[in-house]
């Protein structure tokens, strides 16, 4: 199906059967997509058992059908030879010259950086797209068939957009140094993590902005419950605080939350400094006492709730949490189940025994028949000076680099196996 039947001149019940049968190959991939979550991948199978395992059906069509799959490997040969950063192809590849087709591909975006999504689940993303007339992030004609199964929960508004069906792109963060990128990459080839934290695909560069291209974790579940939970008992980085002089700006916003706050030296001097006042900030919420604090939440049928960050005290942090399980006993226990594990394959990691973690989040959300617990969020995740060794659950020194992530993972197990569910 080309993309010049969905837009063609139509009458109205017509264009609107031939935008159902598009969202219905949207919705094929869709399938194919969270398949493939659950099984090797593709490129770790013989070509001739992928070949083989292939209905007598499907056999039989592309017999019959051959010139159905040529856009599958026109896309395939200039996926290859631009995902190096060059859109000019190599001298062997049979690349498509027809105008209109080229047209098309070109409005992919340049590939930066590409770990993990194999050939066939890019080629039939394509197909899929390219019969909506699509480019990425998903134009309006697929965002109005997702609205009920994506949102944005917390993070800068512009920070994230649907790629499509099945992933989202997250604009690049961390820096000149591409932080957030080589830890997706990094933990992307480590056993020990890679299913504790989204699948990273690739990084892309799209109209002047650079995106990673990540799993979306709200794909398959319907109308979840959802929470966002920012780990640590720091979430700051020790560099953010390395300038000792006063600031009269952060004496303002501190005076603005709490006017008893600064200390009579402080309130003389009208200024604060920049670790006292960060520190100040974590004071308001859960963070130092729990290591953890709900940063937003989103119930069936609501809008998400982001006004959480004041939560501070123990009483308040389980309300919040029973209002997230609503009495769920066999739901807390797989939770549970999912945050113990996160936490042995953490505390297992050569890569979070030599990295700080600061600002990260652990991802909940379930629905009527799944539950998922996830690691995101690391603009700020820096490997420490060679031969330390972090504990993750020690008080932090200027200096030792301990964030209290675990400490804070700690806590938050035994705050959900404490939630009152009877009510």
């Known amino acids: 199906m080309s993309s010049s039947v969905c837009h063609a001149p139509l009458p109205a ?25 659950n099984k090797p991948s593709s490129k770790e199978q013989p070509s001739r058992l992928r070949h083989e395992s292939a209905s007598p059906k499907e056999q039989r069509r592309r017999k019959e059908n051959p010139g159905s799959y040529s856009a599958v490997t026109a896309f395939r040969q200039w ?41 066939e689940d890019l080629s039939l993303k394509f197909l899929a797209l390219n019969a909506l007339d699509l480019t990425a992030p998903a134009s309006d004609v697929l965002l109005k068939n997702r609205l009920k199964s994506w949102f944005q929960l917390s993070g800068h508004p512009d920070g994230f957009a649907p790629a499509g069906p099945g992933t989202v792109w997250k604009r690049r963060t961390g820096g000149a140094e591409n932080t957030e990128r080589m830890v997706y990459e990094a933990l992307s080839k480590d056993e020990t993590m890679r299913d504790c934290v989204p699948r990273y695909y690739r990084e892309v560069e799209y109209k002047g902005d650079t995106f990673i291209e990540l799993q979306d974790l709200l794909f398959g579940f319907n109308d ?29 916003k501190m005076v603005a939350v709490d006017p008893d706050a600064p200390t009579i030296q402080e309130h003389e001097q009208r200024a604060v400094t920049k670790l006292r006042y960060m520190q100040f900030r ?14 937003a939440m989103k119930l069936p049928g609501a809008p998400p709730i982001t006004d959480l960050k004041r939560v501070k005290s123990h009483s308040e942090v ?105 009510s």
Request: proline share 3%.
């Open 224 to 252: 979840p419950h959802v929470m966002d939970i920012k780990m640590g008992t720091r979430t700051f980085l020790e560099s953010e605080v390395s300038k000792t002089a006063a600031r009269p700006d952060l004496y303002q």
């Open 13 to 37: 019940r017509m264009e609107a059967f031939t935008t159902r049968l598009c969202l219905r190959a949207v919705d094929q991939y869709e399938r194919l997509l969270q398949a493939h979550f």
């Open 318 to 422: 389980l309300g919040t949490m029973a209002m997230f399980l609503k009495g769920r006993g066999n739901t807390r226990q797989k939770l549970l189940e999912r945050l113990r594990n996160l936490r042995v394959k953490f505390q297992q990691s050569t890569y979070f025994q030599t990295h700080e973690v600061i600002g990260s989040s652990i991802f909940m959300i379930y629905d009527e028949d799944k539950v998922g617990v996830w690691l995101i969020d690391f603009a700020k995740t820096y490997r420490v000076s060679d031969g330390q060794i972090l504990t993750h659950r020690s008080g932090w020194e200027q200096g030792n680099h301990e964030e209290g992530f675990l400490f804070g993972l700690d806590n938050l197990i035994s705050t959900i196996e404490e939630v009152d569910i009877s």
């Open 282 to 295: 974590e004071q308001q919420s859960s963070t130092c006492s729990h290591g953890f604090r709900i940063e």
């Open 79 to 119: 996926r290859r030879s631009t995902s190096v950063g060059s859109r000019s192809g190599s001298a062997n590849s049979k690349l498509p010259n027809d105008p209109a087709t080229v047209r098309r591909l070109e409005q992919f975006p340049l590939v930066l950086s590409d770990t993990s999504m194999p050939d």
